[in-house]
């Protein structure tokens, strides 16, 4: 406490700072300077706010070089006096580290990471200034999402989202209003194009999709934007055309992600503007058909979405899904997302139909899923350093077990159709073998559900327990109807005038 009025005892810093002149490198170079400035050290925080010296610490995140990560953890340090600097007495300091954006080059992943986490803070702690300071600059959407594309680019778009989520605070009120006025949707939405890199896809998906999140209706007792222009953008005719046309592209590179990213964020905005909820008596929602234009979109479009389940763009895809599963024994990502594509086959309430039957065939047959569960079963274990460990996978291996055993319960023609053998397969599934496993597994599982001591506990009526081992879908979702007019933003981007570098050559301080 004494140390943060100035009263402290004196420290190894204390005389460097005392001296005629210091270098900032011997400052960031000793052991206790980061101690020392999150105590509120006056005296050091004096001579880090001072503008040279602020410029020096950013141009350390810009070149990457040695003091990057101490020069970071200054500035994040949360000081009032350092990032009054920055956002109120010298903002060109803090301009010529936004002119990192618009460089033509890839930026670095190291680069992006202290962007981000020094803006982060700023914006958390400032986020009026750091609005009015965004708002003054030039052209700064299209070169913020020209860079989404760099090494740790999605951490650039969680940036955007937070500055988009800066509009539930009474300082950062008319954000979404600036963002809708230089057309950040359709930006994105042009980012969709299934010629570009898939991970471009997948990052503005994510980007959308949190857009959508934060604009949600379902859940009143969440805290949301509420309806706002960036959504009724997302949903405009013009947009949805756009993101259904290169959803239906057949002819580009990256045709299927972008497809799929594009169904993805359908969902999303189905399932955060579900008014399932909504009776007679209470107010219209603001946000009542903010489905009907994709829903417009997509009827228009029907005969394209029949063809490519008629004619999918690939085919024979169930053995490769499968091969994730076993080929990766330690994900259990891969584990829980193939676990629920196989859970998904067999629980088809249609599986009576001939084109589904074929699906869960060809999981039996070029999947070799029961011949693949048995090898798993009897190399239960890999090598790990001098001895071996248990793969990870052995308790999907049971949900799939017991889900292959509910399916031939429930469909025995299609366990007549493999024992019969379909395509010459009847030799290589080791009946048996199965039968064998099967048995010990689902034995396995009844003693694990048998109460302590046998004491039988009464099962409880208000969430009864699921007759399957997968989850089951979610109820149907109402789509409104109504009509939907939307006007557009006309507004041109202004643009950016070079600005000179205000980076220091000089390293070194008078400290009188």
Known sequence: ?????????????????????????????????????????????????????????????????????????????????????????HKEILLVYWTLLYQDYRLTPQQVVYFVKVNQVLLARRPGD??????????????????????????????????????QSTEGVGIIKWLHEHRLIRLLVDKMDPSLDPMLHSIVHQLLCDVVRLSQTSHSEVATIGCNNLILDLTSLETMTRLIDSMLDTTASYATDSFICGAKLMINLIRYN???????????????NVLATMLACCTARIGDFLNLLKSPRSKGAIGPVLDLFFAFPSCNIAHSVVCDIVGQIFENKCLERKSNQRMALEVFTKGRLIQRILEADRQATIPYGTGTTPVSYMGHLTLLTKSIVQVFQKQPGLLRTLQDGVGGDK??????????????????????????????????????????SFPLPPPPIHIPSLPLSIPHSSMPSPS??????????????DAS
């Open 1 to 89: 406490m004494l140390g943060r009025l100035g009263f402290g005892k004196p420290t190894t810093i204390d005389a460097l700072l005392d001296s005629r002149r210091v270098a900032l490198e011997e400052i960031l170079d000793m052991e206790d300077c980061l101690d020392q400035v999150r105590m509120r050290h006056k005296k050091l925080i004096d001579y880090m706010r001072q503008p040279l010296n602020l410029s020096q610490l950013i141009r350390y995140l810009v070149l990457g070089e040695k003091y990057a990560w101490v020069a970071s953890e200054v500035i994040i340090s949360a000081i009032p006096a350092i990032m009054d600097t920055l956002v109120l007495e």
């Open 130 to 167: 750091m609005i009015r300071f965004l708002v003054s600059l030039s052209d700064l959407l299209p070169h913020w999402i020209y860079h989404l594309e760099d090494p740790q680019g999605s951490q650039l778009a969680d940036l955007l989202v937070s500055v988009i989520q800066s509009e």
């Open 274 to 288: 579900d008014e399932r909820n909504w009776t007679e008596g209470d107010p219209v929602p603001t946000n009542s």
């Open 427 to 468: 030799a290589t599934i080791p009946w048996q073998e199965w039968d064998t496993f099967a048995k010990f597994t689902m034995d396995s599982c009844a003693d694990l559900e048998v109460p302590l001591a046998g004491i039988p506990v009464p099962s409880p009526t208000v969430c009864p327990s699921p007759t399957s």
């Open 496 to 509: 950016l005038s070079p600005l000179p570098s205000l980076l220091p050559t000089e390293l070194s301080v």
